[in-house]
């Protein structure tokens, strides 16, 4: 018997069942599947925009809030002046794509490499309860560039914002049908407090993360 | 109820340090910089502040058990959902019935793809196979990417917590590891440690060949892994290498992506105090068409390892666990002799259940003794196993097996005679008493009781001299 069949057996067998799954048996998991319940979830009453951005500040994540796309690269700009940080960055073809003459940013829509000090992405969605970046990869989405820069920068249109991660994930299904390879949920820059359990901020991933809400 | 434990024989097995508790703790405790060290981290306050914004934090717990519970009332079934569809999505999966097969088959992954260096992010259960040494062994490099673990690595030495390996080490350890094996100027600001352990993790990062994980849970509905941390190294590894192999047990196994968010809710928040981790990186498959990132091939391991031997005991609810390492960071006793005492991978109260359970009640006796049962962690499990309850029943069933000591148990059965006839029980502790009451002299403190351990460290209060009974009779009589 493979290690499969026999482990699987060995279950059954503890918990008094017969030898293979039956049919009704797989229909219940897929009706549990199918139902979606959401868990017991936090109580509280909260707004969208003001929530995300309460929840992104304690985060230790920064927030800049801007009318429209139009004005993205002159906030990308601003943030990189006051943090003195290089005025070039990698980042999502769409965001590339925006009007940067003006702003004297370089901005490359390509994934990002290890030397690159800043990273710029759009999200997929953001989730109000926690601050939350909900990040997909894709050939135009890519996963690199929200995790090797030191900096990141998350371009979130209010339109994006939802309560939780369970309507995130209605959205996601109802938009996509189904996971892309990665899905990430960022919140904050990366942080670590394995010496001596002292905080700090910034271990592999970036060291800040910049949001700048749209709308 | 059958006994969920392994083996036959009552003899502890060559190799399995937890039979050495009391030497080992004993050890831990006079140690006077693992005792500084271990004072540095109070992850208990940082979860107490943690879960006040969380005012129906109860409800969400009896939930989360609830979640557990259903997955592991039709284990094998939602199992093989999780199987069907992660192969569907391009992941292989494979199934370990021990540790020695997760070990062959990581193995046999790497020398068919050609990969010389592995990065791993944190894995309790590969530490269970001894997976590194096994790799070394193999010919491959192996280098941990937590930092925690990257400095036990370091050091030689494995972790001495579920969530914060290197909770036993100083800043000072750090230091002269990092100036040792870097070969820079050594430094003990804990920044500048960080910084160049990013440094030099950074470069393994990006040549990295095949990267190994956990998995926190495994989703049935989709066929993903999940993985939660905080400093980015697991999303490097799952992102950076061209192989993914990611590791995990049985038990790990959730129906839908909404039991995840359930479940979510306490995790981090049991562990270190945030509402969430920075990162939860959920995996699908390799990498798909035009992704210009991801790996090319990805692999689930999905192990027993002696699991199975709990489910449908009266030990099952130990396999709700989420490690979230509440249990220990709220342990009196975990906190006073660390994670190392516990000689296995899995330490404090949890440990304390697993162990016995996972390689045998007879090579683990006294885990399920090193408890005050207190309940502080029955208490804070965000999953609400009883702890405390699955240690009286492991050391219940140690006493079944024979497996205490022989003074224990010639102990005991005088005791039980005597408890069934009164007056020899009257007799002998009238004379126990006067005897205690000499013993202990003008300060009524006995500093040494014969053949007993527990006056090594204290003393022990002297009787009066009159037992209760004779004390009550006199009450009656006046
Ligand atoms: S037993 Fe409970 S408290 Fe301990 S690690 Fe597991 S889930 Fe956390």
Known sequence: MSARDSILARIRTARGAGAAATEAERAAVEARIAARTPGTRQAVAFELVPRFIEQCERMASTVDRVATDADVPAAVARYLQDKDLPRQAAAWPAIAALDWTATGVQVEGRPARGDDLVGITGVHLAVAETGTLMLLSSPTTHATTSLLPETHIAIVPTARIVRAMEEAWVQTRSELGELPRAVNFVSGPSRTADIEGILQIGAHGPFRVHVIVVG | ????????????????????????????????????????????????????????????????????????????????????????????????????????????????????????????????????????????????????????????????????????????????????????????????????????????????????????????????????????????????????????????????????????????????????????????????????????????????????????????????????????????????????????????????????????????????????????????????????????KLREKQVDRGLRPWQERVGLKVWAWMAKRPAAYALFTRIAARIGRRMGGAQGLIHKLPGNGWTEGRDIAAPEGKTFRELYAQRRRS
């Not at chain 2, 557990?68 to 093989?80: G, I, K, P």
């Not at chain 2, 939660?228 to 990611?246: K, Y």
Request: contains cysteine.
């Open chain 2, 1 to 392: 109820m059958s006994a969920p434990v392994s083996g036959t024989t009552n003899k502890p097995k060559e190799g399995y340090q937890s039979i050495h508790f009391k030497t080992r703790a004993h050890d831990r405790l006079n140690d006077a910089k693992v005792q500084r060290a271990m004072r540095n981290f109070n992850l208990a306050a940082a979860r107490t502040r943690g879960i006040v914004d969380l005012e129906n934090f109860e409800d969400i717990r009896t939930a989360a058990a609830a979640i557990r519970d259903r997955s592991l009332a039709h284990l094998d079934v939602w199992l093989e959902r999780f199987e069907r569809e992660a192969t569907r999505r391009g992941t292989v999966v494979h199934w370990a019935e021990s540790h020695d097969d997760i070990n062959r088959i990581v193995i046999e992954i790497a020398q068919r793809t050609g990969v010389r260096k592995v990065i791993k992010s944190k894995s309790m259960v590969s530490e269970e196979s001894h997976l590194n040494a096994a790799l070394e062994g193999a010919g491959l490099k192996v280098v941990e990417t937590d930092l925690g673990e990257y400095i036990v690595q370091l050091a030689g030495e494995t972790p001495s917590h579920i969530i914060a390996p290197a909770i036993h080490k100083t800043r000072d350890d750090v230091a002269d590891l990092f100036h040792d094996h870097h070969g820079t100027p050594r430094k003990t600001d804990p920044r500048e440690l960080t910084m160049e352990a990013r440094k030099f993790l950074r470069e393994h990062f990006l040549t990295g060949e095949m990267g190994i994980t956990g998995a926190n849970f495994l989703i049935a509905e989709t066929g993903s892994t999940l993985i939660v941390t905080n400093e980015g190294n697991g999303r490097m590894t799952t992102t950076m290498p061209r192989i993914h192999v990611a590791i995990t047990g049985i038990e790990k196994v959730l129906g839908t992506l909404e039991d995840a968010a359930c479940i979510l809710r306490l995790l981090t928040r049991s562990a270190t105090g945030q509402s969430i981790s920075n990162y939860l990186t959920f995996n699908t498959g390799p990498k798909r068409d035009g992704d210009a990132d991801g790996p090319e091939e990805m692999h689930v391991i999905i192990v027993d390892g002696g699991r199975s031997r709990l489910l449908g005991t009266d030990m099952q609810e130990a396999l709700r666990c989420i490690r979230c390492g509440a249990c220990m960071n709220h342990c009196p006793v975990y906190q006073n002799i660390g994670g190392h005492a516990y000689g296995w991978v899995y330490p404090g109260p949890i440990g304390s259940v697993l162990t016995p359970n996972y390689i045998g009640i007879e090579n683990a006796i006294d885990l399920p003794n090193a408890a005050t049962l207190c309940n502080q962690c029955g208490v804070v499990c965000p999953v609400k196993i009883p702890l405390p309850d699955l240690m009286r």
